[in-house]
């Protein structure tokens, strides 16, 4: 009996710690590791801000510290995260049902920032860095985030059928995208070059290239030519989307080339779609 006892306290046996609980939780949900470093700071910030334990925690408390971040003019977005964050943690965690009276806060709705085909041009054809040439083709002949850029490896492009599978990208979902013809050889050349478990971009310790030094290489390759937009990896997937639309492209196909869950999402390009606004003449010009 005693030796059964020893066995069954080897078990494992979840802490009751509710940030250990929180975790735990996110883990099983299949949070992105950035949705759980985000969600665990902005708990603690607010734990440490009301100088209380979570048992203890008040919706009052909760409101001050929504209230304190807004005080600091930050964006809606991160004020909305911090609200997810905590609404996941009191309800989902210590079930605490105090939320219900909290608004959140409205986000704004910003138009994004589009470049123009010649200025695309400009800024890839006057990139002389191979590499850097490959990463500005890809992040806008492909419509990538920057995050899915870094990720693909070799064997994830398909020169038989011209794909590239997008593996596991924002929502844990996987996607296959067109591989342009410009590319074509460049990345044919890598194939010979790495093996197929290698990523595409790497450092020059061989290992993968991070998102910051892309935004750097952007950063550098606007500047070099003259653009003032402000321009990050971002602007050119906005940029893919945009030109598609105006190519007469279906925006059912750009919502699956994008991997985005709604339509809501990708029709924000209908307002910075140069041929909706064509179709209409100013009456300083009639």
Known sequence: MRKHNQVMNTHYRPSRDPLILLKQEMKLRGFSNKTVKSYLYYIDKCLRFSKTNPRNTTQKDVRAYLEYLADRNLSASTINTAYSALLFYFNNILHRKFFVNLPRVKKEKRLPIILSKQEVGKIINQTKNPKHHCILSLLYGCGLRVSEVVKVKIRDIDFD??????????????????????????????????????????????????????????????????????????????????????????????????????????????????????????????
């Open 161 to 286: 059928r011209n794909l590239i599978y997008i593996k596991q990208a924002k929502g844990k979902k996987d996607r296959v995208v067109f591989l342009p013809k410009k590319l074509f050889e460049i990345l044919k050349i890598q194939q010979t070059l790495k093996n197929s478990k290698d990523f595409l971009f790497t450092n020059n310790r061989g290992g993968r290239l991070t998102t910051a030094t892309i935004q750097k290489i952007v950063k550098q390759a606007v500047v070099r030519v003259g653009i003032s937009k402000n321009v990050s990896p971002h602007t050119f997937r906005h940029s893919f989307a945009t030109h598609l639309l105006e190519n007469g492209t279906d925006i059912r196909y750009i919502q699956e080339l994008l991997g985005h869950a709604n339509l809501k999402t990708t029709q924000i390009y209908t307002h910075v779609a140069s041929n909706n606004l064509s179709k209409i003449k100013s009456p300083l010009d009639l």
